[in-house]
């Protein structure tokens, strides 16, 4: 054989075994990521469903026994007839947590007068709170005081759950009351917001 035929003969046997390798190659790949594939097909997973969620119950009650509004022991004793100057009366009144949870509550006193112009009753009524007397007579330092009852603001008071706290409120005429006040009468809202 002459040099150039086998040059092609090596050559056509190098290119048949490179297709051959290159082919191999190939499958090699194929297979590589048929395999692969199988493994990413494999999956798994879990849930977990959590417990209930509930809302609290905020229920503040007021009076005995305890309602939502005007408990009529309390209407009855906050009231007096014929105030003259320096004429107080004391009632108490029961604040109950009747909730799921403990809160915070105030207080707030509006008057609502008869008579008309500068001399209403309400406007001159002094108004304190006294906290923890059941007696039915308001005793030690007041928790909160009112020039009237306007001004009257009873501070941030803490109830646990089922736990209850006696108020004694204070209405005062003072001894200086204008003598266009006689004849005159209020009634005084108090207002209790829990939070």
């Given at each position: 054989?002459?040099?150039?035929?086998?040059?092609?003969?090596?050559l056509a046997?190098?290119?048949?075994?490179?297709?051959?390798?290159?082919?191999?190659?190939?499958?090699?790949?194929?297979?590589?990521?048929g395999a692969?594939?199988?493994?990413?097909?494999?999956?798994?997973?879990?849930?977990?469903?959590?417990?209930?969620?509930?809302?609290?119950?905020?229920?503040?009650?007021?009076?005995?026994p305890?309602?939502?509004?005007?408990?009529?022991?309390?209407t009855t004793?906050?009231?007096?007839?014929?105030?003259?100057?320096?004429?107080?009366?004391?009632?108490?009144l029961?604040?109950?947590?009747?909730?799921?949870?403990?809160f915070?509550?105030?207080?707030?006193?509006?008057?609502?007068?008869?008579?008309?112009?500068?001399?209403?009753?309400?406007?001159?009524?002094?108004?304190?709170?006294?906290s923890?007397?059941?007696?039915?007579?308001?005793?030690?330092?007041?928790?909160?005081?009112?020039?009237?009852a306007?001004?009257?603001?009873?501070?941030?008071?803490?109830?646990?759950?089922?736990?209850?706290?006696?108020?004694c409120?204070?209405?005062?005429?003072?001894?200086?009351?204008?003598?266009?006040?006689?004849?005159?009468?209020?009634?005084i809202?108090?207002?209790?917001?829990?939070?």
């Amino acid at each position: 054989m002459t040099k150039n035929t086998t040059q092609r003969a090596a050559l056509a046997r190098r290119t048949s075994s490179s297709g051959k390798i290159r082919a191999l190659l190939s499958l090699g790949i194929i297979l590589g990521v048929g395999a692969v594939s199988t493994m990413a097909a494999w999956s798994d997973s879990a849930t977990v469903q959590g417990g209930t969620f509930t809302t609290g119950t905020l229920d503040l009650k007021i009076g005995t026994p305890p309602v939502d509004n005007n408990p009529p022991q309390f209407t009855t004793d906050f009231a007096m007839s014929n105030m003259r100057p320096g004429s107080t009366t004391d009632a108490v009144l029961k604040v109950t947590n009747s909730g799921s949870m403990p809160f915070g509550f105030t207080a707030t006193a509006s008057a609502t007068n008869s008579g008309a112009g500068a001399d209403q009753l309400g406007s001159a009524l002094t108004l304190k709170a006294y906290s923890n007397n059941s007696s039915g007579s308001c005793t030690g330092e007041p928790v909160s005081t009112g020039n009237t009852a306007a001004d009257f603001a009873l501070p941030p008071q803490q109830l646990a759950v089922a736990a209850t706290q006696n108020l004694c409120f204070r209405a005062t005429l003072p001894t200086n009351a204008a003598a266009a006040l006689q004849g005159k009468s209020s009634v005084i809202t108090l207002t209790f917001t829990a939070k």
